[in-house]
């Protein structure tokens, strides 16, 4: 990633020849790029990412990092240029808007938990209504991954209850009960302690 007062161009290709991933892409972004009013925060932007691969995006605060990650899943509309996910590209169109939503999970920085429910309901809300799970199994995929992130005690319990580093393992446990084909992770261990970042990201 490269700064030019605040703009976020991406300039430097992937080495991907130690790599083992597939040829088929599962984001592809041609000369996308994004304004906030005059400010132009995302130039020229050209990605892709194949099946199976996982793509670390580095670079300051403020250079346009949960941007670009935001406008994958159309959470934040690009101005010009070309969004493919899975396939399908995003336009303006709300069926195409969903389709790519139901299949590419994201993981905020914030956690943005619903507060009025708890841990367990957290996690099987999206899977029950947007994937018609049945609730059994809903409820068995939750505890799978809360125990993968080490808080299945805590199913009962509020998001207010839990200290900041538990609330983020609900977060990425919620988000991979969606079983998406994407995942997009926005600083997912920022309030994880040192010791619990490892078992984190290998759930």
Wanted: proline share 4%.
């Amino acid at each position: 990633m490269a700064e030019a007062s605040h703009e976020t161009t991406v300039d430097r290709k992937i080495d991907r020849s130690q790599m083992k991933i597939s040829e088929e892409d599962a984001i592809q972004i041609n000369q996308m790029n994004k304004w906030y009013g005059t400010f132009h925060v995302l130039r020229d932007i050209d990605l892709t990412v194949y099946e199976g691969e996982r793509i670390v995006i580095c670079g300051p605060s403020g250079s346009g990092k949960s941007t670009l990650i935001r406008c994958i899943n159309r959470l934040e509309e690009h101005q010009a240029g070309q969004i493919i996910v899975d396939g399908i590209e995003l336009t303006s169109d709300l069926k195409n808007i969903d389709k790519i939503r139901s299949e590419v999970g994201m993981c905020f920085q914030h956690f943005n938990l619903f507060p009025h429910l708890s841990i367990l309901e957290n996690c099987t809300l999206a899977p029950i209504w947007v994937r018609k799970v049945p609730k059994k199994e809903a409820v068995e995929t939750a505890m799978h991954f809360l125990e993968k992130v080490k808080i299945p005690e805590q199913a009962d319990k509020f998001p207010g209850q839990l200290s900041g580093g538990q609330q983020q393992r609900v977060a990425i446990a919620r988000s991979l009960c969606m079983k998406p084909r994407i995942m997009l992770f926005d600083e997912p261990t920022s309030a994880l302690d040192p010791e619990m970042i490892k078992e984190v990201l290998d759930t």
